[in-house]
């Protein structure tokens, strides 16, 4: 949950800037930051939940396992949140 609300992080970063009159917000794309987010947060509610196990008990024993959905999940909000970075890195 820690990973999915750091997201905002970023955002008050960007926000600083644009006070400062440094850049323009309007020329970041910030919904990456929201999806990175959302992704983590999907992650943790598959795990908490143990959504597909809880329906069909032994069945997602090797594939499947909200544990594995949530391993997933993490990725590709990791990946999503560095590219994010990358692009705020790479255009100031």
């Known amino acids: 949950m820690v990973l999915g609300v750091s ?3 970023p955002l008050i970063y960007l926000g600083k800037l644009e006070a400062e009159k440094k850049i323009f917000v309007s020329d970041y794309s910030l919904s990456e930051y ?3 987010g959302a992704y983590f947060v999907t992650g943790v509610v598959f795990f908490i939940t143990n959504t ?3 329906f069909k008990a032994k069945s ?3 594939i499947g396992s909200s544990h594995q959905i949530f ?6 909000g990791v990946f999503v949140h560095f ?3 990358m692009d705020l890195y790479l255009k100031r």
């Open 52 to 54: 597909p196990e809880r």
């Open 83 to 85: 590219n994010a970075a």
């Open 60 to 62: 997602f024993d090797i």
């Open 7 to 9: 997201a905002t992080f």
């Open 71 to 76: 391993h997933v999940c993490v990725l590709a």
């Open 34 to 36: 929201v999806y990175g």
